[in-house]
C-alpha cells in the first residue's frame, strides 16, 4: 500500500475529538477539493509502500488503540479491507475518514466510519451520492466542511434526504432509524463560526437529528499549515 505517513496525535474532530490516535495516511485521492490541508497525500510521489505486516508493525510501536486510517482517499486501496480485519482482529479501533465516493462494504468490531458530504465550495459535490450515504449506521459520522451560505442550504437539503431514505428502510414500527452521528466543520478561515451555530440552532432538521458544530482541533494546538500532528 501507499503510506504517505504514520503518526501519533490527538483526533482534531468527530467522535472522538482530543483523544490521542495513531494516523495513518495512505496516498491518492480520486477528488481535488479546492480546500484540501493534505495534498501531499493526493498528488505526487511523497509516500512509501508497505505491505499490511509492516503498516501493523508500524502502529504497534505507539502503543494507543485508538487508529484512524486517513488520506487521500484510503478506500481506494486494494488491500485496505484486509487492512481493516486485521486490525480489529488486533484490537484496535479504527475511524476511517472517507471522502463520500465510495461505499463502506467493511464492518468489522471496533469499525466505524467518518464520512464527508462535499458541498458546493468543494468543487465536487457533483461526485456525491446519497446512496454512498445510506451505507452509513448509527456509529457512523456524516460530515459537512462548510465554506459559504450555500453550502449550509445544501446541508440541510442532504441531511433531509438522507433522513427520508433511512425512515424508508426502518420497515415495520419496531424498527430503529439507523441516522449517523451529524458533524458540521469549516472551512478553515472562511464562514464565522457565530454564524454557522445560529444557523444550525435556527435549522429544524439540524436539531432534530442531533447535529453539532466542531471545529479543527488540531488547527488550534498547533500551525494550521503543521504536517504530521
Known sequence: MKVCEIF???EGEGLRTGLAAVF???HGC???CSYCD???SV???DYRQMNLNEILDAVKTFGVRAVTLTGGEPLLHADVGEL???LSE???LVNVETNGTVPCKWRYPGLFYTMDWKCESSGMSAKMRIENLATLEADDVLKFVVGTVDDLRETVAVVDELSRVKSREATTPDSVRTMPHIFVSPVFGKLEYQKIVEWMLSEQTMVLNNARFQVQLHKVVWDPD???V
Do not use: A, P
Request: proline residues 0%.
Open 8 to 10: 501519533k496525535s490527538i
Open 24 to 26: 495513518v495516511r495512505l
Open 30 to 32: 480520486n477528488l481535488r
Open 38 to 40: 493534505s495534498m501531499y
Open 43 to 45: 498528488e505526487g510521489n
Open 84 to 86: 481493516l480485519q486485521k
Open 90 to 92: 488486533c484490537g484496535y
Open 226 to 228: 503543521l504536517r504530521g
